[in-house]
């Protein structure tokens, strides 16, 4: 059963056509979870809008973004998403063996500091303990203010975006 419903470009409401032109125009095609958030075109603006300044303009590096992508990909257990970034973190510049530890819960004995908080700050969020405060201190420290609140914000677009592929069963490209 194909779950989602892709609408006609001759059946979009206007602000649906509005928002279908500006992901087409700047990404050249309209993206999976976009398929499902084009249903509510608010919705899909702003996500847009986020997922846009994370990926291209946050304060993380590419890899940093890959390693917090890959942790939350992992959690949700989402094909779609583990696979599109695997492709993606190895791109980065993650080893092959650093995007299977962190897709198995391991640690993958990242070299830089500031990655290494990235991926335990994600690791320790999605495992649904409360951070002590011990911890948030000294991962706060190693991330700073700022890129602690994009991974945050990161973790739950990527959330949003491994869940719509997840429930709509989204066919992982080439399997």
């Keep these: 059963m194909d779950r989602i419903e892709d609408i ?11 928002v279908f032109d500006q992901l087409v125009a700047g990404r050249g095609r309209i993206l999976a979870p976009y398929r499902v958030w ?3 075109p608010d919705v899909a603006s702003r996500m ?6 994370l990926n291209k303009r946050s304060t993380l590096s590419t890899r940093e973004v890959e390693i917090g992508i890959l942790v939350i ?23 092959r063996e650093q995007v299977d530890a962190i897709l ?4 993958p004995r990242l070299v830089d500091p500031h990655e290494k908080a990235v991926h335990a700050f994600a690791s320790e969020v999605v495992g649904g303990d409360k951070l002590s405060d011990a911890r948030f201190a000294e991962l706060t420290k190693a991330l700073g203010r700022d890129s602690q609140a994009e991974l945050l914000v990161l973790l739950g ?7 719509a592929m997840k429930v709509h069963d989204m066919p992982v490209p080439g399997a």
């Design 8 to 18: 006609a470009p001759d059946a979009m409401t206007q602000a649906q056509k509005t």
């Design 157 to 163: 677009y990527y959330t949003s975006v491994a869940l």
């Design 48 to 53: 847009e809008s986020l997922g846009t300044y």
């Design 104 to 107: 198995a819960g391991r640690d």
């Design 73 to 95: 990909a992992a959690h949700w257990r989402s094909p779609y998403v583990i696979n599109a970034h695997i492709r993606e973190g190895m791109a980065a510049g993650l080893t």
């Design 38 to 40: 084009i249903h509510s």
